[in-house]
């Protein structure tokens, strides 16, 4: 493992995106607070924000941008009215000292400031520094320093509580807890393997279960962590339904907005449109397919077989019918058709309920389909009825319930099924090994080695154990100025 290098010198840069009314620009490094008097006219306290005035030399040929000469003498210029706040370290986001400056938002005035900062030794900060150098100084592990730029990027509330869960320490404690018990048992199998005349049967009989149990509190997180793809892309949710049963109108109802062409002609909805929503917090892409229905049309043929694949694929499929023309045949083929190809979460939706007739159309569908289990959603797609309680059935139904610890970050998935394959390989070992008496040397060490190599791959989502390239990946993808 190679090793870390901190850094020592001071770094600045714009926080906020270029063209607001405020700009923020933040620094951090032992040397900041001298820059901060040097060029602030306010009062200087600890998490105090102050009013004062941003004043600096200009030389008298106009010099910018280069370097400031000792006893410069140039006139005093002000550059802005700011507030500043100063945070001295350890107590700051980096765990150095700090200051952010919250200035007028205008390209001259920020480039004015950052020209100040620059004469004074300071360098514009890379990618992610800050929270490298908060990660360096132990302010926060690589659990949080991830789930810091998850919250920057999160589309919706769900993805931001996963993410802040994360940011909170909730995951890290989850997988220091797993780290913990492997780590003891790791260290009393060395002794057992010291010691091998005394190998102590305890430690060997209690394997499997301190394995297994780390194998499932594992497969835990990484089952959680599929739904990591559905916080990042969207659940996806197909509507099926004959020509005009009103998927369009459902599609445009749960968007609040008329984007999908809606025509009481039939089969105009031909190939797949697809729209992502913030469905109570959660993102959901929803696909508005063709209706679907016996046809010679060719084209209809091949939209309608798109329409198939994509509830194939779909997290959640809703069968939409049209409550007032009562449930045809057409539509019992369809439902059959939809069984057959073993679609996830289907949830039956009669629509048209503003409409004489809807009743007798979910006591048909009991009947034709009592696998699944009568659960019918009665909506309006005209009157807004019925659409808080499918929405709230489709959140259900995708599995993203509130209060669940979700992995939102790729890396940490490959970490956790690492560790995984190789506690399993421990426990396919050891299980090798007959019982817990027969155990034999070779073997024990062969386990030690990959409760390990397990312990290693955990090592490396918190930060324990991280190479230099590793932290170089991971906080490139962060932005400037966070
Ligand atoms: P699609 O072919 O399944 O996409 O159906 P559309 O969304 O294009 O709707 C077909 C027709 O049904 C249109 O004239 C809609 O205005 C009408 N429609 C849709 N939903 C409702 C509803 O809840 N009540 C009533 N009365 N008409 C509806």
């Known amino acids: 493992m190679k090793k870390i290098n901190t850094c020592n010198d001071n770094i600045f840069a714009l926080s906020t995106p270029v063209g607001g009314a405020i700009a923020v620009i933040r620094a951090s490094g032992s040397g ?15 998490r105090q924000l102050n009013y004062g ?85 132990g302010k926060m592990d690589l659990v949080q320093a991830d789930a810091v730029m998850d919250l920057i990027n999160a589309e919706t509330r769900r993805g931001a509580s996963a993410a802040l869960e994360q940011l909170e320490g909730g995951l890290s404690m989850r997988i220091g807890a797993i780290e913990e018990k492997l780590l003891d048992f790791a260290s009393e199998l060395a002794a057992a393997m010291d010691y091998p005349e005394e190998m102590e049967d305890e430690v060997l009989s209690a394997t499997p279960e301190v394995l297994n149990s780390a194998i499932s509190r594992i497969r ?29 109108s459902l599609l445009n109802a749960l968007m609040n907005a008329e984007r999908a062409i809606v025509t009481n002609i039939a089969g105009t909805t031909r190939d797949v449109l697809e729209e992502k929503i913030d469905l109570l917090g959660l993102p959901v892409r929803i696909a508005d397919t063709a209706g679907i229905h016996e046809t010679g049309d060719a084209v209809e043929k091949i939209g309608i077989e798109r329409a198939l694949h994509e509830a194939a694929s779909a997290e959640c499929v809703l069968l939409l019918f049209d409550g007032s023309a009562g449930i045809t045949q057409e539509d019992e083929r369809l439902v059959q058709k939809v069984f057959g190809m073993n679609c996830r979460n289907i949830i039956f939706v009669i629509n048209k309920c503003d ?58 998935i490959e970490c956790l099924s690492a560790a995984c394959a190789e506690l399993c390989e421990a426990a396919e070992l050891f299980s090798k090994g007959g019982n817990a008496a027969e155990m034999l040397l070779p073997q024990t060490e062969l386990v030690a080695e990959s409760v390990g190599n397990a312990l290693h791959c955990l090592g490396e989502i918190s930060g324990r154990e991280v190479s230099e390239e590793l932290l170089d990946r991971i906080f490139e993808r962060f932005c400037v100025g966070k």
Do not use: W
């Open 220 to 248: 835990d997180l990484i089952d959680n962590g599929n739904c990591n793809k559905i916080i990042r892309e969207g659940a996806k949710l197909a509507i099926l339904g004959r020509p005009n049963v009103g998927k369009s």
């Open 355 to 412: 409409l004489p007739d809807c009743g007798t159309a979910a006591e048909k569908l009991k009947n034709i389909a009592p696998e699944n289990g009568g659960s019918i959603s009665r909506i309006s797609c005209r009157t807004g009825f019925g659409l808080e309680e499918l929405k709230h059935r489709i959140a259900e139904a995708v599995g993203l319930s509130e209060g669940r610890a979700i992995v939102t970050n790729e890396r940490h």
């Open 32 to 46: 900041v607070l001298p820059v901060l008097r040097e060029i602030f006219s306010g009062r200087i306290e600890h």
């Open 53 to 137: 005035k941003i004043t600096d030399r200009i030389e008298p040929d106009g010099g910018q941008g280069e370097e400031r000469k000792e006893n410069d003498t140039g006139a005093l210029a002000v550059l802005d009215e700011a507030m500043a706040v100063y945070f001295r370290a350890p107590h700051s986001y980096t765990g150095e000292d700090m200051f952010e400056l919250n200035l007028h938002g205008s390209y001259s005035v920020v480039s004015a400031v950052s020209r100040a900062l620059t004469r004074r030794g300071m360098r514009l900060a890379e990618a992610g520094e800050f929270t490298k150098r908060a990660f360096l100084n």
